[in-house]
């Protein structure tokens, strides 16, 4: 943990807070008025990103979920619940895709398993697009995000689909 000092212009705070936040994990900001009174002083507590490896082992997050072929129908299912009148939900929409982003997770992880070493490698792709749709979805949403948010530059460092992972294994906690 340390203490970040920040010198800026008043108009500048609300774009430096939010970069902060997306490098580190930060506390509350603190001001005070610069010795010349034009600027102010931002003090913020912050630590290095949180570990995220335990996000990004393999397969670890997927240990309590259901077969995959059991996880394709409910993921089915839950894109024609969403399309139904009436279907659509801001929950079931963000659960679709988090289950989606999962299971093409899953799918690329799992080095051909029953399909095939070509589909494989097209799932890492797929895989990695759904995340980032995912994640940016999630940053415009209204949810409660596990530890580290969509918006944490450390998902773009390593993986957003140890961000799928995290998520998926909080919700599939809470089911």
Not at 87 to 102: I, Q
Not at 120 to 141: I, L, P, R
Request: hydrophobic content about 35%; charged content about 20%; proline content about 7%.
């Amino acid at each position: 943990m340390f203490e970040i000092r920040v010198i800026c212009t008043e108009p500048d705070i609300p774009e430096i807070t939010k970069a902060l936040s997306t490098v580190f994990t930060t506390g509350a900001v603190r001001q005070q008025r610069s010795r010349d009174g034009r600027r102010v002083r931002l003090y913020v507590t912050a630590d290095h990103c949180p570990d995220t490896a335990s996000w990004t082992t393999l397969g670890k997050p997927y240990v309590d979920a259901p077969p995959v072929f059991e996880e394709m129908a409910s993921v089915l299912t839950l894109a024609m619940r969403l399309h139904r009148p009436g279907g659509y939900t801001p929950t079931a929409d963000r659960e679709y895709r988090l289950r989606k982003a999962a299971l093409l997770d899953r799918v690329a992880l799992s080095d051909g398993g029953p399909w095939g070493p070509e589909v494989a490698a097209d799932a890492e792709q797929t895989a990695a697009a759904a995340a980032v749709a995912f994640a940016q979805a999630d940053s415009v949403g209204d949810h409660n995000p596990g530890p580290t948010g969509p918006n944490s530059q450390c998902w773009a460092l390593t993986t957003y689909r140890g961000y799928v992972r995290q998520e998926y294994t909080q919700w599939l906690a809470n089911q």
